[in-house]
């Protein structure tokens, strides 16, 4: 683990919270495990663990010691995340209780959602800077460059927050909704991108990207393929965006019931429509873009090969565009 001491994890929290190390030492773990792990990889996890453990006869050196700083901030705030719900209560012999006094009193659901929600956006987004921060020093960090965890991160054309966000008007840098979304760019790569790539193609620049070096000619190309992914992941993901599937149904997500101050709440089905609708024309308007790219410009990229008919499916329908 790499938190010891209350003063250790005190540094990346807000000043006013107050807590007993060992309260919160279980969720500590658990946000390691959970999240930083994953990231990571097995080896490099390991490896940045023995060197906290050692750093007092072996300093870390800069890199090491930034790579440690981005990690506990984000286990930090992860760990307060999961630790929230069960530091509202007491458990005793005879069940769960609160803490009231004539000072204090438990705070209202909609402050604790937004505490939760505050650490939990810290968190992700430090997890996010620790993947960054290891793409840029794979030269040191290269046991997380052969790990499966780096592969993962370069696999997709939409590989990180911030192209998410470059890319869609206020979509913000939500690595929460990053997450969400992947499956849905998978699909739209396999679906949309495959078909006018052709395999050659798309199967190089995939070896490339997960191998961090691809050519400035498959980069151009990358950046034309990328608004395509993002537009229609996000028509594609909408839907599943509002529900929850857990072991006892389907759950809709709706915010409504704690709302006594927070006005925020879920879209109607209408806005929703309308968002999905501006997607997929981007996303489609895009896809046509870079069909047209490829035939311009098909002597770059000895592994293309013209599809069929010189525009692409319409993803959706089934139906093709005719100009």
């Not at 658990?30 to 999240?35: G, M």
């Amino acid at each position: 683990m790499l938190f010891k001491t209350t003063d250790e994890l005190r540094e990346y929290l807000p000043a006013n919270v107050t807590f007993q190390f060992g309260d919160v030492k279980p969720y500590l773990r658990q946000a390691e495990n959970r999240w930083l792990r994953r990231a990571l990889g097995e080896k490099e996890y390991a490896n940045l663990q023995e060197k906290y453990e050692e750093r007092e006869t072996t300093p870390l050196n800069d890199t090491w010691q930034e790579l440690l700083a981005l990690c506990q901030l984000a286990v930090a705030n992860l760990a307060f995340m999961l630790y929230i719900p069960f530091g509202q209560v007491e458990a005793t012999s005879t069940g769960f209780k609160i803490s009231v006094s004539d000072t204090q009193k438990t705070a209202f659901e909609w402050q604790i959602r937004k505490l939760e929600a505050s650490f939990r956006d810290t968190g992700l987004a430090g997890l996010e800077d620790v993947l960054a921060f290891l793409e840029a020093h794979t030269e040191i960090f290269t046991d997380w460059k052969a790990s499966q965890a780096c592969t993962q991160y370069r696999e997709g054309f939409v590989s990180t927050t911030e192209q998410l966000a470059y890319l869609i008007p206020n979509v913000g840098t939500s690595r929460r909704l990053f997450l969400a979304l992947r499956p849905a760019f998978r699909s739209v790569e396999q679906r949309c991108i495959l078909p006018v790539l052709g395999k050659a193609l798309f199967q190089q620049l995939k070896e490339e990207m997960k191998a961090g070096n691809v050519s400035e000619a498959h980069q151009e190309l990358i950046e034309w393929i990328r608004p395509v992914v993002a537009h229609l992941a996000l028509a594609e993901g909408l839907d599943d965006l509002a529900v929850t599937l857990e072991d006892d149904g389907i759950t809709l997500f709706d915010n409504s019931a704690s709302r006594l101050v927070d006005s925020r709440g879920p879209a109607d089905l209408q806005r929703v429509g309308l968002l999905r609708r501006k997607r997929e024309a981007d996303g489609y308007l895009a896809l046509q873009e870079l069909t047209q790219f490829l035939l311009m410009n098909g002597d770059d990229y000895p592994l293309y090969e013209a599809p069929a008919s010189p525009l692409p499916p319409n993803p959706t329908s089934g139906t093709f565009f005719t100009g």
